[in-house]
C-alpha cells in the first residue's frame, strides 16, 4: 500500500440562489463523485463551504497515473458534464494538484 495519495484542489463560486444545487452536483454523493467512480483509483471527494460563499473541492486519487488515466478514458463525459455546469458557477478555480502524506 501506498503512503500517499494524489489531490486536486478547486475552488468555487456558485450563483446567488444555487447554493444547495451547488452542493448536490459537487458534493460526495454528487454527479462528479458517481463520474469519478467509474474510474480506478478514485478514493474520495470533500466538500468545504466558508462564510463568504466560496467551497474547495478535493478529489483524492490513489496516484496521479490513477487521475490521469481517467482522464483519458472519460475525456468526453468530463468535457460534457463540465459544460453541463457552467451555469452553477461565477467562479470557478483551479487551486491545484498535489500528494497527500498519509499518517
Known amino acids: 500500500m ?6 486536486t484542489i478547486w475552488k468555487f463560486r456558485p450563483k446567488k440562489g444555487r447554493e444547495a444545487e451547488f452542493e448536490r452536483v459537487y458534493g460526495p454523493e454528487g454527479a462528479w463523485a458517481r463520474l469519478f467512480q467509474k474510474g480506478k483509483g478514485f478514493l474520495r471527494t470533500e466538500l468545504y463551504a466558508d462564510e463568504d460563499g466560496a467551497y474547495l473541492v ?7 497515473e490513477k487521475f ?19 451555469e452553477l458557477n461565477e467562479e470557478e478555480i483551479h487551486i491545484g494538484s ?3 502524506t498519509l499518517s
Open 68 to 86: 490521469e488515466k481517467f482522464k483519458q478514458d472519460f475525456a468526453r463525459v468530463y468535457r460534457e458534464l463540465d459544460k453541463q455546469c457552467e
Open 98 to 100: 498535489t500528494t497527500r
Open 2 to 7: 501506498s503512503d500517499s495519495t494524489f489531490v
Open 58 to 64: 478535493i478529489d483524492e486519487w490513489v496516484s496521479q
